[in-house]
């Protein structure tokens, strides 16, 4: 039981780049979240998913897309990379919404 | 939105010693988690308590709900327990987590 697991590890874009974030978990979650985590502070929701098939906005969501692939896996995009997006990025799912989350180890990028 | 307010932003022990961490936050919950962000930056869950107490080990947790606060006790600490502790909370009827700034823990042997 993996839990919940993203790719990349590490990534470093230049500006105008796109590319997308994987998320998948293995624990039959219902919603699964995007935050960032900039220095010095906590995490900020980009987007989460209440369930399959939906998607909503949080409260940092410019300059990012998501997409719920199926129950297992919510990707995140960025279409064109700016430098304030320099952040670490983790993901995270809850069995249910208003359930315990549990996050993925993180992504860490840089655009240039 | 729900403002979350962590105490104190820093904390230095000496190994053995016992701390108490302190969550304020400004609107009703439905639930509050307490994380550990260790050094490596791993996300470890500790408590999911929205309300009254428990206890993980030499950790432990009490909310009360009623009163907008949390407070996480570290007893008899370990180098091992250095890193960031954030609580988040989501708003009444909602999902989304609002996490603090967190707590940095320095525990020096």
């Known amino acids: 039981n993996a839990g919940v697991t993203q790719t990349p590890k590490f990534q470093v874009l230049k500006t105008g780049q796109s590319m997308t974030l994987q998320c998948a978990q293995d624990?039959?979650?219902?919603?699964m979240y995007w935050y960032r985590q900039d220095p010095g502070m906590g995490l900020r929701l980009i987007y989460y998913?209440?369930?399959?098939?939906?998607?909503d906005k949080g409260e940092v969501p410019n300059g990012y897309n998501v997409s719920r692939l199926n129950k297992r896996e919510f990707s995140l995009r960025l279409e064109s990379a700016a430098p304030s997006q320099t952040s670490v990025y983790f993901c995270?799912?809850?069995?249910?919404?208003?359930?315990?989350?549990?996050f993925g180890p993180g992504t860490r990028l840089t655009v240039t | 939105g729900i403002q979350v307010e962590q105490s104190p932003p820093d904390l230095i022990l000496q190994e053995g010693a016992n701390s108490t961490l302190r969550c304020n936050f400004s609107d009703s919950v439905n639930n509050l988690q307490w994380f550990h962000q260790n050094p490596w930056g791993q996300l470890i869950n500790l408590f999911y308590i929205p309300s009254g107490t428990k206890q993980n080990g030499r950790l432990s947790a009490t909310t009360v709900a009623t009163e907008r606060y949390s407070l996480l006790y570290i007893s008899s600490s370990q180098t091992t327990d250095s890193g960031v502790y954030f609580c988040?909370?989501?708003?009444?009827?909602?999902?989304?987590?609002?996490f603090g700034a967190g707590t940095t823990v320095t525990v020096r042997a």
């Open positions: 998913s209440a369930s399959e098939g939906t998607t």
């Open positions: 988040a909370v989501p708003p009444s009827n909602d999902y989304k987590l609002s």
């Open positions: 995270a799912s809850s069995p249910q919404g208003m359930g315990e989350q549990y």
């Open positions: 624990m039959n979650h219902n919603s």
